[in-house]
Nanobody, 124 residues
Framework: QVQLVESGGASVESGGSLRLSCVASGYTSLTYWMAWFRQDPRKEREGVAMVASAHGTTYAESVKGRFAISRDKNTLYLEMNSLKPEDTAIYYC????????????????????WGQGTQVTVSS
């Protein structure tokens, strides 16, 4: 099993910055792909960004140029800049294992392991 624990969520003003962290433990060999998702209670869970060492990074159009995903061993980061009120959501860390001839998309169903989430609130 894999455990994912997020931190770093906070309330900030529009235009501000935050850095989220996610620490993976357990069978970390199952965390080849790692990603950030977010969910406003009124909406479906949305993929934000994902990373794998041999495959680079992928971003949702809504965050390109503002957010940066990175990974250092078993810790995943999301650097968020120029935050907007519409970025307000619970942010979740997710992971899935490597599979031969398969690339995930930024869809929740492609990821097997999830953290509990951390709240980000951006005020105007």
């Amino acid at each position: 099993q894999v455990q994912l624990v997020e931190s770093g969520g906070a309330s900030v003003e529009s235009g501000g910055s935050l850095r989220l962290s996610c620490v993976a433990s357990g069978y970390t060999s199952l965390t080849y792909w790692m990603a950030w998702f977010r969910q406003d209670p009124r909406k479906e869970r949305e993929g934000v960004a994902m990373v794998a060492s041999a495959h680079g990074t992928t971003y949702a159009e809504s965050v390109k140029g503002r957010f940066a995903i990175s990974r250092d061993k078993n810790t995943l980061y999301l650097e968020m800049n120029s935050l907007k009120p519409e970025d307000t959501a619970i942010y979740y860390c997710a992971a899935t294992r490597h599979r031969l001839n398969w690339l995930p998309s930024l869809r929740a169903e492609d990821f097997d392991y999830w953290g509990q989430g951390t709240q980000v609130t951006v005020s105007s």
